[in-house]
C-alpha cells in the first residue's frame, strides 16, 4: 500500500515537471531544498485556484475586504504576535553527519505520537526508544528552532533593523484592521481577506510542495461579536466545505481534525485541521482558528492604540474576536493534482490524464488543424483557434505529432476538449471535438463552438 502510494506521488511529481506544472526551485544550479518553481501550466492552475478562491471568499460576498500587505513588516508585530518567542519547531541533530531533522517527525515515523510532548519528553522518547537518525546515527538532545528568516532592512545593520519574511500572511490582515474600520466602518461580522507568500525556514522540506520553505497562503480573518463566535466558526466549517467541493475534491478524502489543546497553536481557542487524502498519507490541508481577541489584543497593548469596534447606534464596544479560515496554495494545487490524476484503458493501452474541472484546468481548448501539411486546414485552423483564445484566453494551438499523440498530450495536463479541424471542415463548416473523459468525438459547428 506505502509502495502503490509512493509509486502514485511519483508518477505526479514527474508529470508535473515532465509537462509544464512545477519545477524544483534553482534546478539548474543543483536545486535549493524547500523552493519551487511553477512552470507556465503550474502557474496557470495556481491562479486559477487563487481566483476562485478570491471570487468565492471575496467578491460573492458582501461582508468581505480583500488587503495586500507588505511582506516585510516592523519586527515589533512579530515580537508582539508570539512568533519571536514561540514559532519553533523541535530540532534534533545526528551526532555524526550533522544533519539536522523534526523530531516530531522521526517520531512519528517510528510509530509514536509526540504531538503536545515538550523538549525533554520527547528527548526522553528518543532516548528510550533508541530512535536513531534517518543515516542510522545517534541524535542530539531535543532543542527549538525559529522557523522565522531573518534578514534586514535598510543599510545599517543592527538590532533596529532587524525585520523577517512573514511566516503567515494574517499579520498583514490584523495591522490593516483599524484602517479598514475607518476607511470603512462595516458592520460586523466583516472580514479581511489576503492571498501572498509566505516563508517558513522549515526543518526539513519534504514531500514534493506539501512543505516547502516558500508557499502561498490565502488566509480570511473574520471579525465577530465575541458572544457569537461560535456560530461564525461553524459558517466557516461549511464554508470550508464548499471550497472543498469546487476544487473537486471527493468528500470521502477530506477529513475534519478537531484539534486537542495541547497541539493548537499558541494563539487558538479551537482549531479544526481540514485534511486530505494525498498520497503521502492524510494529511493537513487546510486549518479553521478561533483566534479569539488574541491579535488585537496584542497590538492594542504593544501600541497603545484603541482596538475597539463601536457598534453602529449604540454605546457598545468591544475588541472583536476572530475565526480564520487558513488555506495552503500549493496543497490546494497538490490536492486538485491527486485527485484530478486518473488512469484508464483506452484501445488497450493505460492512458493517464487530468481529470479537472473546467474552471481550473490551464488550458480550456486545444485547436488543431488535422495534418500540418495542408495550408488551407491550417489557415481554418488558425481562423477557430484566434476566435476562442479571444473568447476563453486558456486556448493552445496544437499541431505536434500526429493526432493520437496530441489527444495523450492534451490528457495528460488535463485539458477538457480537442477541436480538430479536418476536410470536412472545409466542405460543411463543422470541427470534430473530442471530449477528454470521455474520449467521445462529435461535429458541431464552428459559430456554435465559438457561441
Ligand atoms: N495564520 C495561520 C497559519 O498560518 P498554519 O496552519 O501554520 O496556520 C496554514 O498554516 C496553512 O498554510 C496550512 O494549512 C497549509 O495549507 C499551509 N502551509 C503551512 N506551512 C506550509 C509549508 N511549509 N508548505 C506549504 N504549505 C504550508
Partial sequence: MATEKNEKMEQIVSLAKRRGFIYPGSDVYGGLSGTWDFGPLGVSLKRNIMQLWWKMFVEDRED???????????????????????????????LETKQRFRADHLLKDAGFSPDGLGLEQLTQLIKDNDIKSPNGNALSDVRTFNMMFKTTVGPIDDESSISYLRPETAQGIFTNYKNVLDSFYPDLPFGLAQQ????????????????????????????????????????????????????????????????????????????????????????????????????????????????????????????????????????????????????????????????????????????????????????????????????????????????????????????????????????DGTVTIRERDTTQQRRESIEELIS
Avoid at 511582506?71 to 518567542?85: C, E, P, R
Avoid at 479569539?292 to 475597539?308: C, E, P, R, S, V
Avoid at 484546468?361 to 486545444?366: D, F, T, W
Fill in 64 to 94: 468581505m475586504y480583500g488587503v495586500d500587505a507588505a511582506i516585510l513588516m516592523n519586527q515589533k508585530v512579530w515580537k508582539a504576535s508570539g512568533h519571536v518567542d514561540t514559532f519553533t519547531d523541535p530540532l534534533v541533530e545526528d
Fill in 196 to 427: 501572498g507568500k509566505a516563508f517558513r525556514n522549515e526543518i526539513s522540506p519534504r514531500d514534493f510542495i506539501f512543505r516547502s520553505r516558500e508557499f502561498e497562503q490565502m488566509e480570511i480573518e473574520y471579525f465577530v461579536d465575541p458572544a457569537k463566535w461560535e456560530e461564525a466558526f461553524e459558517h466557516w466549517r461549511q464554508q470550508v466545505w464548499k471550497w472543498t467541493q469546487a476544487l473537486g475534491l471527493p468528500d470521502e478524502n477530506v477529513h475534519e481534525l478537531e484539534v486537542p489543546e495541547a497541539d493548537r497553536a499558541h494563539y487558538s481557542k479551537r482549531t479544526i485541521d481540514f485534511e486530505f487524502d494525498f498520497p503521502i498519507g492524510k494529511e493537513e490541508l487546510l486549518g479553521l482558528a478561533y483566534r479569539n481577541d488574541f491579535d488585537l489584543m496584542n497590538i492594542q497593548n504593544a501600541t497603545g492604540k484603541n482596538m475597539d469596534y463601536l457598534v453602529k447606534g449604540t454605546n457598545t464596544k468591544f475588541v472583536p474576536h476572530v475565526i480564520e479560515p487558513s488555506f495552503g496554495v500549493e496543497r490546494a494545487v497538490m490536492a486538485v493534482l491527486t485527485a484530478a490524476y486518473t488512469e484508464d484503458e483506452v484501445n488497450g493501452e493505460t492512458r493517464t490524464f487530468l481529470k479537472l474541472s473546467e474552471r481550473l484546468a490551464p488550458v480550456k481548448y486545444a485547436v488543431s488543424p488535422l495534418v500540418r501539411n495542408k495550408p488551407e486546414l491550417v489557415q481554418k485552423a488558425r481562423e477557430v483557434y484566434d476566435a476562442l483564445k479571444k473568447k476563453h484566453g486558456a486556448v493552445m494551438w496544437d499541431d505536434n505529432g500526429n493526432i493520437g499523440k496530441r489527444y495523450r498530450r492534451q490528457d495528460e495536463i488535463g485539458t477538457p476538449h480537442c477541436v480538430v479541424v479536418d476536410f470536412q471542415t472545409l466542405e
